[in-house]
């Protein structure tokens, strides 16, 4: 499974652009790339995922070079509401058909008003 | 929004005894896993379930845990005999089989006394 680097912490104020670069060098070809938020005592949730280029949906998006080797997670104009940890994962489904995830630390981040 | 399930959202046990944890994944979803995460550190993948079977499960998965789906809903983690280390939160996700997202439940806090 690809390793993931990321930032340990951010700060943003409210109503700011929020750029979380997460870097991946080891990637393989099938793996695709993975956000999940999580507050605490709750269950990481789903944000953004993607292959190459770029993703958008309702809550973010997703910017992922032609290396691949890295990718950013944009969240437009944050609130308290965001203040949250956000993990970057990369894998693809195994042999068996389940895809297994593996959390690092995240970036915690912290929104101001 | 369909959603995973969890119950209990807390348990308490004495060391020694049997855990069932319970989960209603989403109906039309076909993989389910069980993640952990002790406070303060990573969430850790444990096993996952397909067609009735275990797909993959980590080297946390030993003898002392055991996973069912009893009927065509539920998804029960078993914890034979529990230890003090196997306090924490214990989340269910399920996923669709083209899906690389999960859906996570709000988890269940197990605390072994």
């Known amino acids: 499974l690809a390793k993931t680097t990321q930032p340990i912490s951010m700060d943003s104020y409210e109503g700011q652009e929020v750029n979380i670069t997460c870097s991946h060098n080891?990637?393989?070809?099938?793996?695709?790339i993975t956000w999940y938020q999580q507050f605490p005592s709750q269950g990481p949730r789903f944000i953004i995922q993607?292959?190459?280029t770029k993703v958008t949906n309702e809550v973010a998006s997703l910017f992922i070079p032609a290396d691949r080797k890295s990718s950013t997670l944009s969240l437009p104009r944050v609130s308290l509401s965001d203040t949250a940890v956000y993990y970057c994962?990369?894998?693809?489904?195994?042999?068996?058909?389940?895809?297994?995830?593996?959390f690092g630390k995240g970036t915690k981040l912290s929104v101001i008003p | 929004e369909p959603e995973v399930t969890q119950t209990p959202s807390h348990q308490v046990t004495q060391m020694g005894q049997e855990v069932i944890l319970r989960c209603v994944p989403i109906?039309?979803?076909?993989?389910f896993y069980w993640y952990r995460q002790i406070l303060g550190q990573k969430v850790e993948f444990l096993v996952s379930?397909?067609?009735?079977?275990?797909?993959?499960k980590s080297e946390i998965f030993d003898d002392q845990f055991s996973v069912e789906r009893p009927d065509g809903s539920n998804f029960t983690l078993k914890i034979r005999s529990t230890k003090l280390e196997d306090s924490a939160m214990y989340f269910c996700?399920?996923?669709?089989?083209?899906?690389?997202?999960?859906?996570f439940g709000s988890g269940t806090r197990l605390t072994v006394v």
């Open positions: 993607g292959y190459k």
């Open positions: 996700a399920s996923s669709e089989p083209q899906n690389y997202g999960y859906t």
């Open positions: 379930f397909y067609n009735n079977e275990i797909s993959e």
């Open positions: 994962l990369v894998g693809a489904r195994s042999g068996a058909g389940s895809y297994q995830l593996t």
């Open positions: 080891n990637i393989a070809t099938n793996d695709y």
């Open positions: 109906s039309n979803h076909l993989y």
